[in-house]
């Protein structure tokens, strides 16, 4: 099958490999229909990753099940489905518990074998293990388009704003609105805030922002600190979503909350550590949750969201291409040309 691997720092290349098998009883394999890039795997294209070469990428993706093991119970061959962006055991200490992102034996698509050696989604075909916990059948009203979001960046966007304890007539801002971030703004407006105020640098992405309904706030042109201080008569936001990760926008984050309030933070952090403002987060009663999304807790509601008309995720994209073409559309997005690109094989 065809499939785009790892080659090298900035190459990856489309390759013929061997078509995956169902390994365990409870394995399912998918025919996939549909995959997009994510900011996750340009991490894997610049190198920050420990990865094999030859190891197929990719971890948002849907498709249909073609072949199921003897044990699994709740999927039909032919049936549409979606995965969260990694594999949970379902019977350790926290799965047990419902978080599945602390999965014991958690396994990452298309990260290679370092996290847990499964295929990856931008292919022809993944095998799924424990495939009645790990794959979402998909409702007829949702479409491939709309459902690719919820097994990453929609549930990525939605913990941030779950856990930001946003209320009714609240201000919420969000640091950076790339994909993740633009999730969050429309996940934030589920909760409902008065006003979602969206800081980024890049022109494109602010315009998305509001068109999908936050105030942008330029930070290029403004110190992001003392307009969202303006803009909420001097306290700042009652929540703050950090969806970049860079350390420079947890800081603005810890500075446009106001006291008392909530930040929540789902970007990858850009260095094991740093300085944290402990005493200013005491001094100000602040509440810090930071963590990556439980994503298997949000897959059924996500998906029943969208059905429903409440979410449209797929406003966000901005290129259909071929897997044929990975190689240019990955340079594409690189270079911030696209938003959110899908990839049909
Ligand atoms: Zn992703
Ligand atoms: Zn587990």
Redesign the pocket.
Known sequence: MKAVTYCDVGDFRVAEVPRPQLDGSRDALVRISLSSICGSDLHIYHGHVPIEAGAVIGHEFVGVVEEVGPEVRSLRLGERVVAPFYA?????H??RRSW?SQ????ATFGHGTYFGGLGGGQAEYVTVPDADLNLAPIPAQVSDEQAIFVGDILATGFFAAERAEIRAGDTVAVVGVGPVGLMAVICAQLFGPARVFAIDMVDSRLRLAEELGAQPVDSRALNSQVEIQRLTGGAGADSVLECVGQLSAIDTALQCVRGGGTVSTVGVPSAVSGDFPYLDVWMRDLTYRAGWANVHAYLRPLLDLVASGRLQPERIISHRMLLDDAREAYQMFEAREATKIVLRP
Do not use: I, L, T
């Open positions: 949970a055991c379902g019977h350790c926290y799965c599945w999965c014991e034996q958690k």
